[in-house]
């Protein structure tokens, strides 16, 4: 999920604009599939100054480059959907991703008209990374001795659809992971849940992206400085291409292993945030 609106290429910064924003197409096409949360992984380097802030228009451009490099990698299930008027089996699982996809995006504009703002600040990322990591062994821990299937229910489409808007209300929940989550606790094997959840993600994702693109375009930030197109280039590609490559490799790993890497590494990594938020704490408070 994109961040808030930011400041743009910062001018005054020890690291060059173009080695900063290559970082963060890297921190974008690892995260933005993989179940750690891309939001918090952006929100962290700049929220605390490692990185410049960039503008919210960057981050959702880099986020849409990343989904769009995807699309290849799931080129029978897109052949699927081209023959849903005939094909039946076809069908079922196109609408399915589309009632999937209605469900959170009625939510989305639901929250959008009510004013909902994503929280930029840390504790809330780092409070997710770790409840959602523990979530990640418990589940994994008592799936062991457990028969899956690939049964794609209407219940778990609803709960997809649902457990998406829960990931767009709190940074560093993950879409992915929590959508994963979900799928493995109604029954469906692994592969099949990332897998749906990836396919899902990609209208979703492309969907929210286009509307904040098109209202950052044509309501641009007051007093904001203009966007290095060039740059914004640069970690689009580097977003899209290290996507591809990120989701080739999970799509094979999760055929042969479980999700317990990801959670320990939630749990660490949000653990070492709350280390350093209390680290700034001042004594008495």
């Not at 899956?148 to 219940?155: R, S, V, Y």
């Amino acid at each position: 999920m994109p961040l808030a609106a930011g400041a743009g290429f910062a001018s005054k910064q020890a690291m060059p604009d173009w080695l900063t924003v290559i970082i963060l197409g890297v921190i974008e096409g690892i995260t933005e599939f993989l179940p750690v949360s891309s939001t918090g992984h952006l929100l962290i380097p700049q929220n605390w100054g490692w990185l410049a802030h960039q503008s919210d228009l960057f981050n959702i451009v880099i986020q849409s480059a990343a989904v769009l490099a995807v699309i290849p990698l799931f080129r029978n299930r897109l052949e699927q959907v081209c023959r849903a008027h005939r094909d039946p089996e076809a069908r079922d699982f196109t609408l399915k991703v589309l009632v999937a996809f209605f469900i959170t995006g009625v939510g989305g504009l639901a929250l959008d008209k009510a004013g909902f703002e994503l929280p930029e600040e840390i504790l809330p990322v780092a409070l997710a990374l770790v409840i959602g990591g523990v979530l990640f062994l418990v589940v994994e821990r008592w799936l062991k001795g457990r028969t899956f299937n690939d049964q794609l229910t209407w219940k778990v489409v609803v709960a997809v659809g649902l457990g998406q808007l829960v990931a767009a209300v709190f940074p560093g929940a993950s879409r992915s992971g929590t959508t994963i989550l979900i799928m493995l606790v109604m029954g469906l094997s692994r592969p099949a849940a990332t897998e749906f959840s990836f396919v899902v993600g990609i209208p979703t994702m492309l969907a929210a992206g286009g509307l904040k693109i098109t209202k950052a375009l044509l309501r641009p930030e007051a007093g904001a400085p203009p966007e290095n197109w060039g740059l914004l280039a640069l970690a689009a590609v580097v977003s899209a291409v290290v996507s591809f490559v990120a989701v080739k490799w999970l799509l094979g790993f999760v055929r042969s292993h479980t999700f317990t890497g990801f959670g320990w590494y939630r749990i660490g990594l949000g653990g070492i945030l709350l280390l350093m938020l209390l680290a700034q704490t001042p004594a008495g408070n």
